[in-house]
């Protein structure tokens, strides 16, 4: 009986911890890049580049025209992503050297 009650308690106790870590988040991105996610996010340009050049040259290659508009949109989708990346990029170098 009382391990039940031990269980029970922990339980409570993981609930609980698992309530305040969702509830904590960051409001606005800090004002560092780690080395970490420098490297995380130089993947993702990357994943999204390969992608896009991907799609494109398969595109070119295709015969059928409705896969060659779904490849054309899928690479236009991953250059989005890798524009929308490097913007953010900019912007933030820009707010750093004003802040400077």
């Not at 060659?68 to 992503?81: E, P, S, Y």
Request: hydrophobic share 35%.
């Amino acid at each position: 009986m009382q391990n039940q009650q031990m269980n029970q308690q922990q339980m409570q106790n993981q609930q609980n911890m698992m309530q305040q870590n969702q509830q904590q988040f960051m409001q606005q991105p800090p004002h560092v890049i780690t080395t970490k996610d420098f490297n995380y996010i130089n993947d993702m340009l990357a994943w999204n580049l390969l992608a896009m050049k991907k799609a494109h040259f398969v595109a070119t290659q295709c015969q059928d025209q409705q896969i060659k508009t779904q490849l054309d949109a899928c690479g236009q989708m991953h250059q989005r992503h890798y524009m929308k990346l490097l913007y953010h990029f900019e912007e933030k170098q820009m707010n750093n050297s004003i802040m400077q």
